[in-house]
């Protein structure tokens, strides 16, 4: 779908609820994704304030060239992390992927979020930082109806990815470096567990009655994956993608990076605890049990 039908769609769903798309004053953006930001250009460009977390804002500003700077990252780091080379130019060069076009957005509308804002209808809705699917990602929430509105922090049928993120600091634009989302991510997970959640109301799909059992969801996925990762490791040291490739033997190779970002995000956790120790061989990281 093309941002143009996606503008349509959202017009269409705000009239039937009675909103103009003149009468909004603000939209606030939980993350840096072309599915959820791809249309901030649109709204500024009415002069709408684009809320976004300081950590997201370049993404924003720069569209496009925020995505294609952070594939290139990613091609070179997944073959550091042991992707075969030939795939990593198959999946890289793919037409389909390109010819997204995310506008940027005007940096002159672009503000991040307060830290609560007054609902019309006298609620307060709570804007929590909330790193890890991204690395500026927020959630909201409202504390008189437990209702949680998740973006991509936590969604009905799948776990989120915590994805591959580069960063630099705004001075030194040429200076990136990969963000270690998973830490983060689970950390945020933990800290939203104890709010008095009723209802997730996430970026994708329908909305969640039993927040709890999602909650018990993520956690029990990656204590298994993690589980998984350190048998592997204790048999024998690999890179990433060996590891990808022993823990789904019967998957494609060219399928198995979303696998292998899931497990690079584990290992940050394991570097973190001390459990692992990373090594450089023939330019391919090799991650080895300490236990
Ligand atoms: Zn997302």
Redesign the pocket.
């Known amino acids: 779908m093309d941002e143009l039908n996606s503008w349509h769609l959202l017009s269409t769903a705000l009239e039937n609820l009675n909103i103009k798309p003149s009468e909004v004053e603000k939209v606030l953006i939980?993350?840096a994704?072309i599915?959820?930001a791809g249309l901030a250009y649109k709204w500024a460009s009415q002069g709408v304030t684009i809320l976004v977390n300081k950590k997201d804002i370049p993404a924003v500003e720069l569209g496009s060239e925020h995505l294609i700077l952070q594939k290139k990252l990613q091609r070179i780091d997944i073959i550091r992390y042991g992707f075969p080379e030939y795939l990593a130019a198959d999946i890289f060069n793919n037409k389909k992927q390109s010819q997204l076009s995310w506008y940027s957005c005007a940096p002159e509308n672009i503000e991040p979020p307060k830290k609560t804002y007054n609902l019309i209808n006298g609620h307060n809705l709570k804007v929590l930082e909330a790193p890890g699917?991204?690395p500026g990602n927020l959630v909201c929430f409202i504390p008189q109806t437990g209702e949680l509105f998740s973006?991509?922090t936590l969604l009905p049928t799948t776990i989120?990815t915590p994805?591959m993120h580069y960063i630099s600091s705004q001075k030194m634009k040429e200076n990136y470096k990969r963000w270690p989302s998973l830490p983060d991510f689970i950390d945020t997970v933990k800290s939203l567990q104890k709010l008095k959640v009723r209802y997730i109301l996430p970026?994708h799909g329908t909305i969640v009655d039993d927040p709890q059992k999602l909650f018990k969801r993520f956690n029990t996925h990656h204590q298994i994956r993690a589980k998984r990762i350190r048998n592997l490791l204790a048999e024998h040291a690999d890179t990433p993608f060996g590891l990808a490739k022993r823990q789904y033997p019967k998957i494609p190779e060219k399928r198995l990076i979303q696998a292998m970002i899931e497990i690079i995000g584990h290992l940050d956790m394991f570097l973190i605890s001390k459990d692992v120790e990373v090594s450089e061989e023939n330019n391919k990281l090799i991650y080895t049990s300490t236990k």
Do not use: K, L, R, V
Request: hydrophobic share 0%.
């Open positions: 939980t993350h994704h599915d959820h699917h991204t973006g991509d989120p994805g970026g």
